[in-house]
């Protein structure tokens, strides 16, 4: 029975790295950065942000995503609600300096520079997630060095 017992363990220690390594390495290549951070609360049910850079067909320009996860056991446990920023895929512009700028239970704000891929400058943004599903795009209220 201890045979037993210690087989299934060594099994299951070599079974959790490998199913780790297989979901990074099924990642998609064209994610540049993730971010999550912050905290949500909607009703009963509250979660962390996920803040996703991934880059544009074109190899110039990104997309932007922002992603509601579930937490309630402390760690992410399901995807409640996800949302492209589509005011970027439109400007089609590359992203930069990406910096997560506030957090509380209402809200998660993420600053970062939209950069013209022809190089004809570059636009102070804030992206503002709130409740699953909810975000608003805005000019930076404040320049950045």
Known sequence: MR????????????????????????LELSIREVTTDGRWV?????????FVVVDGADGRTARLHVQWLA??????TGLVASAEILEISELKV??????V??????RFVV???????????????ELVATSPGRYSLLKSRRDRP
């Open 111 to 125: 600053r970062f520079e939209a950069i013209d891929p022809d190089g004809h400058g570059a636009t102070p943004l």
């Open 71 to 76: 937490t309630p056991t402390g760690f992410p």
């Open 101 to 106: 700028d506030g957090r509380d239970d209402t």
């Open 3 to 26: 045979r037993a017992v210690a087989l299934l363990f060594a099994v299951l220690a070599i079974a959790a790295p490998a199913h780790a390594r297989d979901a990074v390495e099924r």
């Open 94 to 99: 590359d992203v930069a300096d990406i910096e």
């Open 42 to 50: 909607e009703g009963d049910v509250s979660g962390v942000y996920r």
